[in-house]
């Protein structure tokens, strides 16, 4: 039995929860409404991290052990107070009204739609064509230790210091991590693009024993850190900060601060310790939005690269 349904007042919102008692993590024993206990938690930063943002939903109608349902569109029959953006995908000449998520009530409704991952674009409804985030991802190859990505992590930042610019790191949810940084949306998603190739390369050149940035999966070391440019490409997500992963630990994607990462061990953050956190320092990426950095520098170092010969794979 997943019990009868409920009702859960979010904000001026009344959200009707059904199957509350659904298990969605068989290891755990982590409950529908356990999901929701962890999104109401964590409220203002998960709508701080999808505020405005076309998103698609990660869905587990019957729990992890069942179906995984990748969702863009928003279904027929949901409420009306629900917001969407519609984007459109020229390859296909086909359009999608995503969700659009400006308050905690929109999460609720998703997790009521059984999803358990929020994965939004890197650019929002006033402009979707236009990125205001690019995202530096962290993804260790199947032999890469964890304390490689801790090294390379302290590469990044120095980077990133040199050229001005704030980054907010997170853990993946998974064994990587991701820095995520607030740009002007001045540029098309094929520049971030290339933006994030030259940064990529250029903490190669400083950590060469570490990092890849090769194109072919097959090419690279198994052992060696990839820095994910293509992450920035249009229409390519992943796990927003707060977002709980679909696997059987149900760790979670979470902010962190840079003096943390040297110690940290990504599998202590789960749906269960998170809400603690949270509770205890805040949200660490509350200030994301108060600047937005240029690319411009970025750009220049894509220029040079691709003047030396150096291309820029298709995405």
């Known amino acids: 039995m997943a019990g009868e349904a409920t009702t859960i007042e979010v904000g001026d919102y009344d959200v009707r929860i059904s199957n509350p008692d659904r298990v969605y993590f068989p290891e755990l024993g982590v409950t529908k409404l356990d999901l929701v206990e962890y999104y109401l938690a964590v409220s203002d930063g998960i709508v701080r991290a999808l505020r405005d943002r076309p998103c698609m939903l990660h869905r587990f109608p019957e729990g992890l052990a069942g179906e995984k349902v990748h969702q863009k569109r928003v279904p027929n029959g ?66 890469c230790p964890f304390g490689t990505v801790q090294r390379v992590a302290t590469v990044v930042r120095e980077l990133l210091d040199e050229l001005g610019i704030t980054g907010y790191p997170k853990t993946s949810g998974g064994r990587g991590m991701h820095v995520y940084v607030r740009i002007e949306p001045s540029w098309s998603f094929s520049d971030v693009r290339r933006a994030a190739l030259a940064f990529a390369r250029e903490v190669e050149r400083r950590a060469p024993d570490d990092v890849t940035t090769t194109w072919w999966r097959r090419d690279r070391d198994p052992s060696a850190l990839f820095i994910d440019y293509n992450q920035n490409a249009r229409d390519h997500t992943v796990a927003s900060a707060y977002s709980v992963r679909g696997v059987p630990t149900a760790t979670v994607s979470t902010p962190v601060a840079w003096d943390e990462i040297q110690d940290l061990d990504p599998r202590d953050f789960t749906i269960r310790t998170v809400p603690a956190r949270f509770a205890e320092l805040g949200d660490l990426h509350a200030a994301i939005d108060d600047h937005a950095h240029s690319l411009d520098a970025l750009l220049e170092w894509a220029d040079y690269d691709e003047q030396s010969g150096l291309t820029t794979p298709e995405d």
């Open 78 to 143: 949901a409420p009306p107070w629900l917001e969407t953006v519609r984007v459109t995908f020229p390859r296909y000449n086909r359009h999608a009204d995503e969700l659009c998520v400006t308050k905690p009530a929109d999460v609720i409704w998703a997790v009521q739609m059984s999803t358990v991952e929020f994965h939004p674009w890197n650019s929002r409804r006033a402009d979707t064509e236009k990125p205001d985030e690019w995202r530096i991802d962290l993804d260790p190859m199947p032999d």
